[in-house]
């Protein structure tokens, strides 16, 4: 392994496979310097021709002078002013990009890099032969120094990635792994450079952070775009008629809006340009005025009743929609809030679940309880309770198995965990919030009909509306269902859950400014 990265440090982009199988020599200049030229087979090397020309010429003009270069001079030969930085060594760095990293190549260095690689390349016999005392040499001690630490600070990078559970690539699990110390920059030898290269993090640091809002008008700005555009084209030189007015409903209806939205929106334009001209911006700024109307009434506050003890909340939903992420967002609240929070595994169908909520109790101070993979969810929800009743928490949160709404033998197990908390006090749960993927579109209707009847849903979130989001059924559902929308999921970290704002949204759907 150490030998391996020293290899890498000194074969840049190459491709190992085609090396010997000889660990790769310390190229050290000196040593091909002293070889004896019979030694090496292979033939001369630009850098070689031109340097023993130049002693031909310098013992000719003055045939007394020493002619050797001093060994602590050597390391100026190579001085590879843009050698890959060594915590990146594990990405091949092809001379060319070394090139690219710090501007166009010097002439000279370029038939370095080709003699450096040569001189790596070298069977590792001869070099050993030649080599001087390594102990004395200067470059020589940096290397160990590197040597030692370098697996060190790979195992702690490495780590979390190994303690993750199947799903590695999990974005939750990612981020845990994220927040580990980073590795420190190794001190290279003498005679390196690290690249010039912007690290990572500085990249992101240099990029302001877009903010919930920034993400949210992203999200939404597929169904506003099209939405604007659509109607910008419907609308030009054209008076408003009733034509125009049908046309416009579609449009409505077809960015999921509802045909109650739709008809809202389509009145008040009428009842004030009908038969005058209209922009896209007047159709945008009553569409946006609308649908606050519309969804103001359920932007609500989700309430605790702490008198409880515990207050206790189940969320349910469709597999995927953000009900694991969206627990922990909130506990992460409710805890930072002061409140004791107890979380209850109760997605007993997917091991990754389990431990994705075990990873977010550990991250907000939650309790959890959990049980093993396929054991009774209303059980775990049962004894959950118990615990959270003895530890005195204030809310207990209870995450439950994804299922399709037409699976009946899954949503029978939800009314089972259901009745269960309720035999354990008659107001249990006392929130049922169902989590939505702003990507789904219709089928989210469907969805809330579903698990309202099943599980009593009492209030919703809209989760991924930081990416290629729909959005518009929320204002149908919000028309139809009229349940509080709680919270909204801008992001898989743990801070991107913001309250529902009507208004916000709305602006966000219309394309309108805020
Ligand atoms: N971009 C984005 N991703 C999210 C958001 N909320 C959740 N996710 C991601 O959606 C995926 C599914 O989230 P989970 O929390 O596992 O969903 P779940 O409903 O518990 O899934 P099941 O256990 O299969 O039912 C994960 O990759 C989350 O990181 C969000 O607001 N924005």
């Known amino acids: 392994m150490a ?5 890498k440090i000194f074969t840049f982009g ?76 594990e990405d091949p760095v092809s001379p060319a990009e070394i090139e690219t990293a710090g501007g166009p190549a010097d002439d000279d260095v370029a038939p370095q890099a080709e003699a450096i690689e040569e001189q790596a390349a070298a069977p590792v016999e001869e070099v ?126 077809q960015a999921d809006l509802g045909v109650e939205t739709a008809l809202r929106i389509t009145d008040t334009l009428a009842s004030e340009r009908y038969g005058k001209d209209v922009t896209g911006t007047d159709v945008s700024r009553i569409m946006a005025s609308e649908i606050t109307k519309v969804l103001s ?53 997917r091991a990754a679940a389990i431990e994705q909520l075990k990873i977010w109790a550990e991250r907000t101070g939650s309790d959890i309880v959990s049980s093993k993979l396929g054991a009774d969810a209303a059980g775990l929800a049962y004894e959950a309770y118990e615990q959270a009743k003895l530890k005195q928490s204030d809310v207990l949160i209870v995450d439950t198995a994804g299922r399709l709404q037409n699976k009946t033998e899954l949503m029978a197990e939800l009314e089972k965990i259901v009745r269960v908390l309720g035999k354990l006090d008659p107001d249990a749960p006392h929130t049922v919030l169902q989590t939505l993927d702003a990507t789904t579109g219709q089928n ?46 801008v992001g898989e970290g743990i801070d991107d859950l913001e309250p529902f704002e009507a208004k916000d949204f709305a602006q966000a759907i219309a394309g309108v400014e805020a």
């Open 14 to 89: 190459k491709d190992t496979a085609a090396e010997p199988e000889t660990e790769a020599p310390l190229a050290e200049p000196q040593v091909v310097e002293t070889v004896p030229e019979p030694v090496i087979e292979t033939p001369k090397t630009a850098i070689a021709e031109e340097r023993d020309a130049l002693l031909e010429e310098a013992e000719a003009a003055n045939p007394e002078a020493p002619h050797h270069v001093p060994a602590e001079a050597e390391p100026d030969i190579y001085p590879l002013p843009h050698a890959p930085a060594l915590p990146v060594a």
């Open 297 to 349: 009434p359920v932007a609500k506050p989700l309430e605790l009743d702490l008198n409880h003890k515990p207050h206790v909340i189940l969320v349910v939903g469709v597999n995927g929609t953000g009900k694991t992420t969206t627990i922990g967002k909130l506990a992460a609240k409710l805890s930072g809030a002061g409140l004791k929070v107890m979380l209850a595994a109760g997605d007993t169908f």
């Open 128 to 253: 050993i032969e030649e080599e001087p005392a390594a102990p004395e040499d200067a470059a020589a001690e940096p290397i160990a120094e590197i040597v030692e630490e370098e697996p060190a600070a790979a195992q702690d990078e490495i780590a979390p990635v190994e303690e993750a559970p199947a799903e590695a690539e999990d974005p939750v699990l990612e981020e845990a792994a994220r927040i580990e110390p980073k590795a420190e920059t190794p001190v290279l030898p003498k005679g390196f450079a690290t690249a010039e290269r912007t690290p990572v993090e500085a990249v992101v640091a240099q990029q302001p952070k877009r903010t919930w809002f920034q993400r949210l008008r992203e999200g939404l700005s597929r169904t506003s775009s099209q939405l604007t555009g659509q109607i910008t084209s419907l609308f030009t030189k054209r008076k408003l008629d009733d034509a125009t007015l049908q046309d416009l409903e579609d449009l409505l209806i």
């Open 444 to 489: 989210a209707m469907n969805q809330v009909e579903i698990f309202r009847n099943v599980a009593g849903v009492t209030g919703l979130i809209m989760t991924k509306l930081d990416g290629t989001a729909r959005g518009g059924i929320l204002v149908a559902i919000a028309a139809k269902h009229k349940l509080p929308v709680y919270f909204i999921g």
């Open 3 to 7: 030998f391996g990265f020293i290899k």
